[in-house]
């Protein structure tokens, strides 16, 4: 029996709604493999989440579905188990806000601007904007979820500005750095973000192989716009 059976079997027998019957049984069903607790618990973490993101919005277009599949790469086999938890999710009576504060709990530290939490958010984002567009519903609900995750506006900014941007993307805001800083200190925090936001740094988060294209995307964001910063600050 394959994990996602495994974790559906659980949540039917525990459920007294959807969200209830998750917690426990990424709790109780692999308590003794926490590499794999979580794992799942990220997995569910999205799915959930973005199944919450689909009925704010009202419209789940075929690019997403597709986006929702590039993050999570499992075998056709899986599809109907991981649409059944989807589902569930998505008919859930409970809240976003409800699924949002217990999965912050995803974040051992309890700090702000968790990284495993920024990795949900990227994942959502990556959804939500496969038709094009994060559209303002989609943007309101983001926003939600990382006051819960307890992302500060700065940090989501930056977060926004990877992924939404009308006339070509700020590079001081993708680092998080100001104009005023001389070229060390924006080299320095440069490294600082390879080193923490690293492809080979998720598994040690629980975050599943598949979704290493999300950190690969954010990793092509930051040497893109260290690149434009160098290149402005040579010029000039």
């Known amino acids: 029996?394959?994990?996602?059976?495994?974790?559906?079997?659980?949540?039917?027998?525990?459920?007294?709604?959807?969200?209830?019957?998750?917690?426990?049984?990424?709790?109780?069903?692999?308590?003794?493999?926490?590499e794999t607790r979580r794992q799942v618990a990220f997995s569910v973490a999205v799915i959930a989440l973005s199944a919450k993101m689909a009925k704010a919005d009202g419209i789940v277009s075929q690019q997403e579905?597709?986006?929702?599949?590039?993050?999570?790469?499992?075998?056709?086999?899986e599809a109907r188990n991981v649409a059944r938890l989807y589902n569930l999710a998505k008919q859930d009576v409970a809240g976003y806000e409800a699924y949002a504060e217990k999965l912050s709990g995803l974040c051992s530290s309890g700090n702000a601007n968790c990284p495993v939490l920024e990795n949900v958010l990227d994942g959502l984002f990556h959804i939500a904007k496969a038709d094009g567009a994060v559209h303002e519903k989609e943007l309101g609900f983001l926003t939600d979820i990382?006051?819960?995750?307890?992302?500060?506006?700065?940090?989501?900014?930056?977060?926004?500005?990877r992924h939404v941007h009308v006339s070509g993307r700020d590079p001081y805001l993708v680092l998080g750095v100001s104009r005023?800083?001389?070229?060390?200190?924006?080299?320095?925090?440069?490294?600082?973000?390879?080193?923490?936001?690293?492809?080979?740094?998720?598994?040690?988060?629980g975050v599943p192989t598949s979704f290493h294209a999300i950190a690969n995307d954010r990793m092509a964001r930051y040497n893109d716009a260290y690149a434009a910063i160098e290149r402005e600050l040579k010029a000039a």
Do not use: C, Q
């Open 146 to 161: 990382a006051g819960i995750f307890r992302i500060n506006e700065s940090h989501f900014a930056r977060i926004v500005e």
């Open 180 to 205: 005023d800083d001389d070229f060390p200190t924006i080299r320095k925090h440069y490294y600082s973000l390879v080193r923490e936001h690293h492809p080979d740094r998720l598994v040690a988060r």
């Open 65 to 77: 579905i597709d986006a929702f599949r590039e993050i999570f790469t499992f075998p056709e086999s």
């Open 1 to 34: 029996m394959s994990f996602w059976e495994r974790l559906l079997n659980a949540v039917s027998a525990t459920a007294t709604n959807a969200l209830s019957g998750l917690v426990e049984a990424i709790r109780t069903l692999f308590e003794g493999d926490p």
